[in-house]
């Protein structure tokens, strides 16, 4: 048989202290792959990260990774020598199919291969690994590595592509799993707005303008009354007064008009002043660099106003503060949203622990914010108060 790459790879890998050594590339693969799961990665940004380190894995000039879609695979990445076939976007299946997925066997092509298959791709690969991916125990894909050179791989590179790509089957599952969760909770918060928003205009449209018309009649009835019922007219209207302002607070709550008509910065300014007023709290607002950015997506400033109200409300029901700062800010490509407050704190590192139903605000904010790839941090320290900084790409 032809050199194998293995021992080039070894042989390479001594004479340069500075390359890293086989099983330390495979390390950093895993590691990085790994990574990008925990960041919530997509099947696309998996497999541009799997061909990548494929090739670098087992000195390869290209790599492919496909998969499975129909009745063709769909090239989801595409490097070195393998470039050109991401631009025509599908392979046929069919023989790949055959060989590679309904056998779950790879196959290693190359000179001397025994009975190499006829299959070839069309770019100018003359020796390659093409190892199956297989999510959920289904086939789901290829991962191919391809070489200019006609040696065939040897067993050990053999090994390694096809550990990467069990491994990538294993990340396709979860990153499929993670999509298919975000979209449920993005369903569960819109059809929630959806709800309250209903609910708001039912409010506003019949229960307020029935109340409105009960103090207005009120008010006639009560100037044309004999003195002895004056008072007693005078009381009942005042507490149908205070039932319409009751209710418009409601609606408010559920769904702010203002936040449609005016935007994120008034609708954050008008409800912490009326929090403030309600809960005897001392609240700053801040806001910075807003100015130019124009009008954000309805559900982002949504979104924002949501975090800006659960954290709020955390503060009047656990905090014990005196003072609140609301900071929004602009700073160069995202967005960040602080609400810091001077109340005495808690243990941050306990709040896993408290993810069950009596508690789900922080962690709702975590969900909403993860939508639009936003990230959540909650700082805390007994006795000096609690942070929420939300951080969002814009
Ligand atoms: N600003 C704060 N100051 C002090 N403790 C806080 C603050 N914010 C949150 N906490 C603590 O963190 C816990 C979790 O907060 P979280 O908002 O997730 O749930 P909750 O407010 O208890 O319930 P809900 O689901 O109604 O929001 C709270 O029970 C409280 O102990
Ligand atoms: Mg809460």
Excluded at 15 to 22: C, G, K, N, R, V
Excluded at 247 to 269: C, S, T
Excluded at 275 to 284: E, P, Q, V
Aim: proline content about 5%; overall charge negative.
């Amino acid at each position: 048989l032809p050199a194998s790459r293995d021992r080039t790879h070894v042989e390479l890998a001594s004479q340069d202290a500075e390359l890293p050594s086989p099983i330390e590339q495979e390390t950093r693969a895993y590691h990085a792959l790994l990574s990008a799961l925990t960041r919530g990665a997509s099947v696309s940004e998996l497999s541009t990260l799997a061909a990548d380190r494929a090739m670098r894995l087992v000195a390869a000039d290209g790599a492919l990774v496909a998969r499975v879609d129909g009745s063709a695979l769909s090239v989801l990445a595409a490097h070195g020598l393998a470039a050109p076939l991401a631009a025509d976007g599908g392979l046929p299946r069919d023989e790949i199919s055959r060989a590679v997925l309904e056998r779950n066997q790879p196959i290693v092509f190359g000179d001397g291969a025994p009975g190499a298959p006829e299959w070839r791709l069309p770019v100018a690969a003359h020796a390659g690994i093409v190892a199956p991916i297989y999510a959920e125990g289904r086939p789901s894909g290829a991962l191919a590595v391809l070489c200019s050179d006609a040696a065939m791989p040897g067993s050990a590179d053999c090994a390694r592509v096809c550990k990467l790509a069990e491994f990538l089957g294993l990340g396709f599952a979860l990153a499929d799993a993670h999509h298919a969760r975000t979209r449920l909770l993005e369903r569960v918060f819109s059809a929630q707005e959806e709800e309250r928003r209903y609910i708001a205009r039912e409010l506003h449209d019949g229960t307020s303008q029935s109340l409105m018309s009960l103090v207005v009649r009120l008010r006639a009835i009560e100037s044309t009354a004999a003195p002895a019922t004056q008072q007693a007219l005078h009381d009942v209207r005042q507490l149908a007064k205070a039932t319409l302002e009751e209710v418009g607070r409601i609606a408010h709550g559920l769904h702010p008009v203002i936040l449609d008509e005016l935007g994120l910065e008034q609708a954050v300014r008008r409800h912490a002043a009326e929090f403030a007023a309600s809960h005897g709290l001392k609240i700053d607002v801040h806001m910075h660099g807003l100015r130019g950015l124009g009008r954000l997506p309805q559900s982002v400033e949504l979104m924002l106003y949501r975090i800006v109200q659960e954290a709020l409300r955390n503060v009047a029901r656990h905090a014990e503060a005196s003072t609140v700062s609301v900071l929004l800010e602009r700073a160069r490509d995202y967005l960040r949203l602080i609400v810091e407050d001077d109340g005495k704190g808690f243990a941050v590192e306990q709040l896993d622990q408290l993810a069950d139903v009596p508690h789900l605000g922080l962690h709702g904010i975590r969900e909403r914010a993860a939508q639009w790839k936003g990230v959540v941090t909650v700082e805390s320290e007994p006795g000096v108060g609690t942070t929420v900084y939300v951080e969002l790409p814009l």
